[in-house]
């Protein structure tokens, strides 16, 4: 089955810099890739996703890029600023049906 | 609804006693997902409803773990038994749109097993 790596567990920035989440996965067949925030004491909301026919996708200050080949993705996000203090999910599947999480990024954004 | 809506949001019981957790998926949203996450870790996939499908049941950890979801719609987690290790806050999310749709999550149950 699939298998989900994410690095780093935590990863701490002044605001105003960027910060980059990598992920990796196991299974060829995935072909969707969609990224989580999660706040203190709430469900994960979908931010962004990727299908595997896309290289990079953006939406204003976050963006994804996917490497096939090499079955990595990485979110990137610049300019950061302290709403974005959460934890970060990155996952996998194939058509979305059944998507495995990686274990989450604690990112913490200093004013 | 307007969103995924979970109840009860904290439940506290003692070991050995059985619960039941609920969620109210989006009306329309085909696939209903439980997950598990425990404090500080990732999501830990539980069971997948789809439509009128047999579930994927193949996360669940023991047989004290079961799931069913009625008429399409409200799904029911229930845990026999409970044992410390099961407390954790269990979520639920459902999907519509198509296979490339993210999922809506709810805003989880907080289980503690005292």
């Known amino acids: 089955g699939e298998n989900v790596e994410q690095h780093p567990s935590t990863l701490s920035v002044q605001e105003g810099d960027s910060a ?8 060829s067949a995935s072909n969707y890739f969609p990224w989580y925030k999660q706040e203190l004491g709430k469900g994960p909301q ?4 990727i299908r595997s026919n896309v290289g990079e996708k953006k939406d204003q200050r976050i963006a994804v890029t ?4 090499a079955k990595h993705f990485s979110l990137h996000i610049t300019e950061t600023q302290p709403e974005d203090s959460a934890v970060y999910f990155c ?14 990024t604690r990112l913490f954004v200093k004013a | 609804g307007a969103g995924v809506s979970q109840s009860p949001s904290n439940k506290v019981t003692e070991k050995g006693k059985d619960v ?3 969620c109210d998926p ?7 997902y439980w997950y598990r996450q425990s404090l500080g870790q990732g999501l830990e996939f539980l069971i997948y409803f789809q439509g009128n499908s047999a579930p994927d049941k ?5 047989d004290r773990f079961s799931a069913e ?14 044992q410390q290790e099961d407390s954790a806050v269990y979520l639920c999310a459902s999907r519509g749109g198509g296979e490339y749709a993210g999922y809506t999550f709810g805003s989880g149950t907080r289980l503690t097993v005292v």
């Open chain 1, 20 to 27: 980059v989440i990598k992920c990796t996965y196991s299974d």
């Open chain 1, 46 to 49: 979908l931010i962004i996703d």
């Open chain 1, 66 to 69: 996917l490497n096939k080949t």
């Open chain 1, 91 to 104: 996952a996998a599947g194939a058509g979305g049906f059944k998507t495995i999480f990686g274990a989450g």
């Open chain 2, 20 to 22: 039941e957790l609920r």
């Open chain 2, 26 to 32: 989006i009306s329309g949203h085909t696939a209903l």
């Open chain 2, 58 to 62: 193949s996360g669940l950890p023991s």
């Open chain 2, 69 to 82: 979801r009625t008429g399409g719609s409200v799904s029911t987690l229930t845990i026999q038994r409970t």
